[in-house]
């Protein structure tokens, strides 16, 4: 049975198109969302042509477990469209006999023509219409709208949009947007650092925050189009980094319409399960859209042991740069004999590599980052980070500079580690597969007498998956599992559910009753970790619910 999920607007480049328009979410079946589309289109075009609007474009993505439907759409007058697509939902509900009400079309004509009328904005058009004309980037939200970017900008609110501008002011500034499953944070963290080691002030829009240079405009997750919009409209800034993440992708799109360069880190399961997010063929193509910024002038940044990446790239027609932790990847190799350019590792080196030119940027060891080597996906976040940058105009000696000198404070809650009463305490945010095994391996590689393992798990990941993050943990050799409960995480689950899950898996593989611990708190899980520590042993400290707590919790113990 057909069953409505949502209309919304598109306010960027989207899955669906590169406009702006209104997008309607409905579950269903593979055969009913075929019958749905044209009964939808028909009942869109009836009633765009009865409001007298412009011509759409109209488009579709099938997607597990139901469908999307979206038309272009004025930008200023996108609430109207999800509003139409929300009538054309009901009239197609009824026609397809899914539901019993007719809604009225003629009710419907007159209080959509009243809703588009009182959002519209002319004064805005205008202004979208010469920016364009005079080739000059425009932001625009519900409340305001600027022109240029950094030090150049101008902010207005919408309604309030001057009759004249000089255009020949106005500029932009170079942009880098960063995406992916793993590794977008600390990536992010180190373009920063490499551009200040440049000398620029870079504007910064991530999960933790906005920033201009050391300065935290706002402390949230502003990873969608509305902390790029700020953080662009920053005075101080000459060049920012975007963190994009998956949420803002789907529900409104990309929050610019052009940029320098776009760095794609990984595909991996992580938040499945959303409408639009089910599998990681759809993760893939939400994450994909950044490409729609740099595909006509820009440069599209991949990594090429990433299969799911490397297969999407053969139909993309921009320019692309590669990365990798092997030299010897066939995807490089492949590009570097077709003139293009990739970041990789050689043995212990970091290299730019172009045609038959190898350059050093310098050695994994010298990255604190990276741990003598052993954090590998610190590596990687290097090799990303070096190639990002340098396609904003930075320096290999610049970029050298800024990864050898990046240290663990500058990445707080990333693969930190501490030394408290002679054992070591690694905190890391790790907190799906992919993320975790990275962290497991290195882990593993760092010498220990004994390891003790201090996590949890949120109530929405499947038992199986459950089960296997348990073994992966196991396999590195623990003395101790320390679970946290993380009440705030339970996601329809029961009390001490994911606990017996990961205890009983645990058991199977051989722990004994006294090497399972169970706490409520990530904090007591972290006292109880502590309290059993001794000199030349290792803490591995998953921090689902924050790091920050915990690393205040052991400074005041001392700890370096």
């Avoid at 169970?518 to 998953?542: C, F, K, R, Y």
Wanted: charged fraction near 25%; hydrophobic fraction near 45%; proline fraction near 3%.
């Amino acid at each position: 049975m057909m069953e409505f999920i949502d209309a919304r607007r598109l306010t960027g480049p989207n899955v669906i198109f590169d406009g702006v328009g209104s997008i309607l979410d409905v579950a269903c079946s593979a055969e009913e969302g075929e019958q749905l589309v044209p009964v939808w289109a028909d009942n869109v075009g009836r009633m765009l042509e009865a409001l007298d609007w412009p011509s759409a474009e109209f488009a579709f993505v099938n997607l597990e477990g139901g469908i999307s439907l979206a038309f272009t759409a004025p930008v200023d007058q996108l609430y109207a469209a999800s509003e139409i697509n929300e009538w054309a939902w009901a009239a197609s509900a009824f026609e397809l006999g899914v539901s019993q009400d007719e809604p009225d079309f003629d009710e419907a004509v007159v209080a959509l023509r009243q809703s588009a009328a009182d959002e519209a904005n002319i004064e805005l058009m205008w202004l979208i219409d010469e920016a364009a004309a005079n080739n000059k980037t425009l932001l625009w939200d519900d409340d305001e709208v600027s022109v240029g970017l950094g030090g150049t900008s101008e902010t207005w609110p919408v309604r309030e949009i001057p009759d004249a501008l000089e255009w020949d002011r106005f500029a932009d500034v170079p942009i880098g947007i960063v995406t992916g499953t793993n590794g977008k944070t600390t990536t992010v963290r180190f373009a920063k650092h490499i551009l200040r080691m440049g000398g620029h002030n870079v504007g910064v829009s991530s999960t933790d925050w906005i920033a201009v240079n050391e300065r935290i405009i706002d402390r949230d997750d502003w990873s969608g189009p509305g902390g790029a919009r700020a953080v662009l409209r920053e005075q101080e800034v000459d060049v920012a980094i975007l963190e994009t993440a998956r949420g803002g992708l789907l529900r409104r799109g990309l929050g610019v319409e052009r940029a320098d360069a776009a760095l794609i880190t990984n595909i991996s399961e992580d938040h499945l399960g959303d409408f639009g997010s089910r599998n990681l063929d759809e993760l893939l193509a939400i994450k994909w859209v950044v490409s729609h910024a740099v595909r006509e002038a820009g440069r599209l940044i991949l990594n090429a042991e990433d299969h799911r990446l490397v297969a999407r790239s053969k139909n993309y027609d921009g320019e692309l740069i590669w990365f990798s932790l092997d030299s010897a990847n066939d995807t490089v190799t492949d590009h570097i004999a077709s003139g293009g350019t990739a970041f990789v590792l050689d043995d212990d080196q970091l290299l730019k590599v172009e045609n038959t030119e190898r350059e050093l940027i310098c050695r994994a060891s010298e990255i604190p980052l990276a741990l003598g080597g052993a954090a590998r996906h610190n590596v990687a976040n290097a090799l990303s980070a070096a190639a990002l940058t340098w396609c904003l105009g930075t320096s290999l000696a610049n970029i050298r500079t800024g990864l050898t000198s990046m240290k663990q404070d500058e990445n707080p809650g990333r693969c930190n580690i501490y030394e408290l009463n002679g054992f070591k305490v690694l905190i890391d945010f790790a907190h799906n597969p992919a993320a975790m095994g990275a962290l497991f391996d290195m882990a593993s590689a760092i010498p220990a007498e004994r390891r003790a393992l201090c996590f949890g798990q949120a109530g929405d990941r499947t038992d199986d998956l459950i089960r296997e993050l348990a073994r992966d943990a196991w396999a590195i050799g623990l003395d101790r599992v320390l679970v946290s409960e993380l009440a705030k995480y339970y996601r329809g689950r029961e009390p001490g559910e994911v606990f017996d899950v990961i205890s009983n898996e645990l058991k199977s593989l051989g722990a004994t009753d006294d090497q399972i611990r169970h706490n409520d708190e990530e904090l007591e899980t972290l006292e109880d970790a502590l309290s059993w520590a001794q000199p030349g042993d290792l803490v591995i400290m998953l921090a689902l619910g924050g790091a920050t707590p915990i690393q205040e919790r052991l400074r005041e113990l001392g700890a370096e």
